[in-house]
């Protein structure tokens, strides 16, 4: 069975329901870049697990999520820099969802946040925003 990523908050909205609709976001690439768009125009990033804490996504169209210095790209081979650390989520929710949060491994501090439609590396911590820590929570979901 997959396990896919997908937000938990959409336009400073919080996700309200488990099932899977329209406003869903999965990955695209501009570039080389990771991007997120609607489901009618993107692929879905599928999570690897590694060891007891640590996973790779993949997108089938554009390659595995890689951490970088100006945020998340797309390479076509998994390196050290692809690797995240699952963290407990830095916002809770009520909806029976598996919410996670994840921290680069070769950037430590620096979590998986999507902003403005593009995936981003950025510092996360209790005083950062609830915007900033709700766009660093991502839900895990899986198609039966």
Do not use: C
Not at 34 to 48: C, H, T, V
């Amino acid at each position: 069975m997959a396990i896919y990523l997908r937000a938990y908050s959409v336009n400073d909205e919080v996700r309200e329901t488990a099932e899977l609709s329209d406003t869903d976001f999965f990955v695209t690439s501009n570039e080389g870049a990771a991007w997120i768009g609607g489901p009618g125009y993107a692929a879905k990033l599928e999570l690897y697990v590694l060891g007891e804490d640590t996973v790779v996504f993949r997108a089938l169209d554009f390659g595995f999520l890689t951490a970088h210095e100006d945020g998340a790209i797309f390479t076509e081979n998994a390196t050290e820099a692809s690797v995240f650390k699952v963290r407990n989520p830095w916002e809770v929710s009520e909806l029976p969802v598996r919410l996670a949060s994840f921290e680069s491994a070769v950037y430590p501090g620096q979590f998986l946040r999507h902003q403005n439609y593009a995936l981003t590396l950025d510092p996360i911590n209790a005083d950062s925003s609830s915007l900033e820590r709700r766009d660093a929570t991502f839900d895990l979901f899986s198609e039966q």
